[in-house]
T-cell receptor
Framework: KQEVTQIPAALSVPEGENLVLNCSFT??????LQWFRQDPGKGLTSLLL?????REQTSGRLNASLDKSSGRSTLYIAASQPGDSATYLC?????????FGAGTRLFVKA | GAGVSQTPSNKVTEKGKYVELRCDPI?????LYWYRQSLGQGPEFLIY????????DSGLPNDRFFAVRPEGSVSTLKIQRTERGDSAVYLC???????????FGPGTRLTVL
């Protein structure tokens, strides 16, 4: 049974810092891994999708890596801004299911 | 283009009542997912549709929950004999195919009194 863990559960950083969010999963038989952002009371917004054959994806200040063999992914956020404050969720898809972690709550202080 | 829409945005019902939650996916998306999210948790997978058929319904908690997608577009999640523990935000997502980016709707907040 796939389990997804995200560390840390919460993170507070000053504006401008570079930061790393971690995601680990127990079953390496996945199709892809996605990182999402969720603002309070809102739905999820896709940030990056990494297919199982890929090692990383980049979008603007965001870079996500995938190491299937070790069951790990990281989301790197460069030069954080207060507008980055949100919950970041990692999700792995294998078979027909998508399994989410509990998320990392990020607060960027101005 | 239009994103995924869900109706109603909020639903308050009494214990024991029947509810239907609707999801309108992005046009052309063949894959559709339902999730349930409780406060402070990540979304929990409920069911996956490929076209009209439910390819995986292993996440449905019990036989009070049922979902349909009769024409391969709009989907309805149906909950019979609601219980207070069913209170949550129900999220719908769609994608072109199984391994593509999922696009989420805003969710339906269900409250069972």
């Amino acid at each position: 049974k796939q389990e997804v863990t995200q560390i840390p559960a919460a993170l507070s950083v000053p504006e401008g810092e570079n930061l790393v969010l971690n995601c680990s999963f127990t079953d390496s038989a996945i199709y892809n891994l996605q990182w999402f952002r969720q603002d309070p009371g809102k739905g999820l917004t896709s940030l990056l999708l990494i297919q199982s054959s890929q090692r990383e994806q980049t979008s603007g200040r965001l870079n996500a890596s995938l190491d299937k063999s070790s069951g790990r992914s990281t989301l790197y956020i460069a030069a954080s801004q207060p507008g980055d404050s949100a919950t970041y969720l990692c999700a792995v898809s294998g078979g027909f299911k998508t399994i989410f972690g509990a998320g990392t709550r990020l607060f960027v202080k101005a | 283009g239009a994103g995924v829409s869900q109706t109603p945005s909020n639903k308050v019902t009494e214990k024991g009542k029947y509810v239907e939650l609707r999801c309108d996916p992005i046009s052309g998306h063949t894959a559709l997912y339902w999730y349930r999210q409780s406060l402070g948790q990540g979304p929990e997978f409920l069911i996956y549709f490929q076209g009209t058929g439910a390819a995986d319904d292993s996440g449905l908690p019990n036989d009070r929950f049922f979902a349909v997608r009769p024409e391969g577009s709009v989907s309805t999640l149906k909950i019979q004999r609601t219980e207070r523990g069913d209170s949550a935000v129900y999220l719908c997502a769609s994608s072109f195919g199984q391994s593509d980016t999922q696009y989420f709707g805003p969710g339906t907040r269900l409250t069972v009194l």
